[in-house]
């Protein structure tokens, strides 16, 4: 029987150099959804044997000296992967305790891949939070591509954002976001710059008039700022930089895959370039 609880915040802990930051970014997201946090860890298959080192990513109690035994054997056996993988849920779970009082956790313990795993919580999760660097296989791009579920991709440590970037391009997706955006507590405190790449047109500035009234009228501070720009990805970095903004939104793989073929997709361009956690919205 899954021990899964509807509207999670899921913090994947297969990134070594980002478990700390994901737990942080987990809590952060759990306190303004009012959401459990579940804990994933996926153990690697038994093809992938080779010992992932999370020594150091949490120093909670005596059992880190446990988890740090492990690194020193180049492989583990389905045994000690197991055994690695409940030590370091135990790390997680002690860690939101002392930093999240009110809000309950719960581990899954999952012997699948990283993306089944994902996809296992995919349809009823509010949040999937993600390190930048995973230990799977599959790329980000690829666990991100499947997801129907948002999710908040951060770096080392996590700074919890008090402004955010939400590029409109006047996608369905981009209006999914929108709508979502608009009945979300999880940003319902920040400054939303809704920023739209593109050209000076009457279609332009009617569409991002619009997003922006729809945001004010949901509560939401918000500014607004049509760029003429053809490099989306470098022109949504350079106008975060400039207003030191902590957050970027936008859709998913929104292009199609041709033209993602032919020009490059921006959001693994953003994926790449982007500092700050980076929340992506499946495609519509």
Excluded at 164 to 172: E, K, M, S, T, W
């Amino acid at each position: 029987m899954s021990n899964l609880k509807p509207d999670s915040v899921i913090a994947c802990l297969d990134c070594p150099d980002h478990v700390q930051a994901v737990l942080n970014a987990s809590m952060w997201a759990s306190v303004r959804l009012q959401a459990p946090i579940g804990l994933l860890h996926s153990v690697p298959s038994v093809q992938q044997k080779a010992a992932v080192n999370y020594s150091g990513c949490l120093n909670i109690d005596d059992k880190s000296a446990l988890l740090d035994q492990f690194t020193s054997k180049e492989h583990l056996s389905n045994g000690e992967l197991k055994a690695q993988g409940k030590l370091l849920l135990h790390q997680a779970a002690t860690y939101c305790e002392q930093h999240l009082h009110k809000r309950k956790t719960y581990t899954l313990h999952r012997h699948e891949n990283l993306s089944e795993s994902i996809d296992y919580v995919d349809d009823k999760a509010q949040l999937i939070v993600i390190g930048h660097h995973v230990t799977c296989k599959a790329s980000l791009g690829q666990l991100i591509r499947l997801s129907h579920c948002p999710i908040l991709v951060t770096h080392a440590p996590f700074l919890p954002p008090t402004t955010a970037l939400f590029a409109f391009d006047n996608c369905p997706t981009s209006h999914k976001l929108l709508n979502w955006l608009c009945k979300t507590p999880l940003i319902r405190t920040l400054t939303i710059h809704i920023v739209m790449i593109g050209k000076d047109n009457s279609e332009n500035c009617d569409a991002l008039r619009e997003a922006y009234a729809r945001l004010k009228q949901a509560g939401i501070k918000a500014k607004k700022a049509l760029l003429d720009c053809r490099d989306v990805s470098a022109a949504l970095n350079y106008y975060q930089n400039e207003h030191d903004i902590g957050l970027l939104m936008t859709g998913a793989f929104g292009q199609s895959r041709l033209r993602e073929l032919l020009q490059g997709s921006d959001t693994k361009k953003l994926l790449g370039s982007t500092k700050t956690p980076y929340l992506l919205f499946p495609k519509a």
